[in-house]
């Protein structure tokens, strides 16, 4: 229910900011009808007037494809008029309102990206603190072949200044994502290859710092202190196996459910040897935090400001990059994240800085759908007004109707070779 409610707020909200603008600037060049009845039914349940324009209210529902808009005369709802259609206005005027939402999206995204990055006091792990005991990698990393202990130098062939920057969603999602490590004395490229799906479904971590981890507590009672175990103690083998990070002791003790085994722990300067029983559940009974230093850093306005401004090209980047290999008939499947909800599993807590930053991106993918002639998109609807500029001629509205079907068809197309990518790629 909580998932229903996050992806349903998300696509309210990117919707809303869009329609406002789109709204806002028609009314302030009046490039509109004079009557809108938005939703469905023949009887509006309210309305409101904003300067010359009389909006009808029925049954709205703010979502993509659903949100139905009319033209309403008499009390008879008929079809909107196009902002190309309003030939008494200017060219530029007309122009603005088709874009108008899509400028308004981009200036949102860039907005709250700006505000979220200003107001975070960063507490991360720098790359010098990192690389001092290395990476603890899940499953998934190791099948992309990371090994515990790898150092990892660069990625995408920049440098990098904390752990955080490794697994940003820009990152996650770029298919051509790759990573240089050091390795005893070797130096290795790798290239993300794990499915991303897979990981919010059924991981907690891609990978972590291999940082040791010291007891800070005891649970009486549990096998830890009745096996003698202190505050301070850091475990550093479970019977033959080296273990340093903690999700490293999870999985280990998780293995040995049930059994008793031999534990070796640091003691100031001493190693101890201690025999205990793991729980049927994998525990021992402790609490533990990180011997890992954490620095802090809050970004100054101008630094915000122009990480707020590089984030939405940044995605609008990745995804042309994404279109392309489609296009191209390259399509790796493997990089997907469905919907906010998705997305926020993926990236994060789902709470309200993280629903707004996930908003952010969504709304910085929105001038992307509208810079390609898709259906119902700000480039197909500027496709009449762009011919009545280059050859002064009014555009028809059936000849719309036929370059509107031919957006479809791209999408059909889209998809169609999305399909027939995987289909393929199974043999």
């Known amino acids: 229910m909580e998932q229903v409610y996050y992806s349903l707020l998300g696509f309210l909200f990117i919707n809303f ?62 079809r909107i008029t196009f902002e190309w259609e309003f030939f008494e206005k200017s060219k530029v005027f007309r122009m603005l309102v088709i874009f108008a939402g899509t400028i308004g999206s981009l200036l949102t995204s860039i907005l709250i990206f700006t505000i979220l990055s200003y107001q975070e006091l960063d507490q991360y792990i720098s790359k010098e603190e990192l690389n001092k005991f290395g990476i603890f990698p899940s499953e998934f990393a190791e099948s992309s072949g990371f090994k515990k202990g790898d150092l990892i130098l660069k990625v995408n062939g920049e440098d990098y200044d904390r752990f955080e920057d490794l697994l940003s969603p820009l990152t996650l999602l770029n298919d051509s994502s790759y990573y240089e490590i050091l390795r005893e004395k070797d130096t290795l490229i790798l290239q993300s290859s794990w499915d991303l799906d897979k990981i919010a479904e059924n991981a907690s971590f891609i990978f972590a710092p291999n940082a040791p981890y010291e007891i800070m507590g005891l649970v009486d009672g549990m096998p830890a202190a009745k096996s003698g175990m202190k505050e301070g103690d850091i ?91 489609l296009l191209g008939a390259e399509v790796a499947t493997n990089k997907k994240a469905n919907g906010p909800v998705r997305i ?49 001629r009014r555009f028809k509205y059936e000849s719309f109707i036929k370059i509107r079907r031919v957006g479809w068809f791209i999408i059909v197309t889209l998809f169609a070779v999305t399909i027939i990518n995987d289909i393929v790629s199974l043999f």
């Open 17 to 78: 900011v869009y329609l406002f603008f789109k709204f806002l600037i028609a009314i302030i060049l009046g490039v509109h009808d004079e009557q809108i009845f938005l939703g469905y039914g023949h009887h509006e349940a309210f309305k409101i007037r904003i300067k010359k324009l009389t909006i009808y209210f029925g049954l709205f529902i703010p979502l993509p494809w659903l949100a139905k808009f009319y033209s309403y005369k008499n009390e008879t709802k008929g």
């Open 344 to 392: 926020a599993n993926l990236f994060g807590d789902r709470n309200t800085a993280q629903f707004f930053r996930i908003s952010a991106l969504l709304l910085a993918l929105i001038p992307l759908w509208d810079l390609f002639p898709f259906p119902k998109s700000a480039a197909l609807k500027s496709m009449p007004l762009i011919y009545e500029i280059a050859f002064e």
């Open 235 to 325: 475990i550093t083998k479970i019977d033959s196996i080296n273990v340093s990070s903690q999700q490293e002791i999870k999985n280990v003790f998780a293995l040995y459910s049930g059994d008793t085994v031999e534990v070796q722990v640091k003691r100031d300067k001493e190693f101890l040897l201690t025999t205990l029983k793991v729980s049927e559940d994998g525990m021992i009974g402790y609490y533990s935090v990180s011997l890992i230093e954490y620095s802090l850093y809050q970004k100054n306005i101008p630094e915000a400001f122009i990480e707020g401004v590089s984030s939405p090209f940044k995605i609008i980047g990745i995804n042309l990059k994404a279109l392309a290999q």
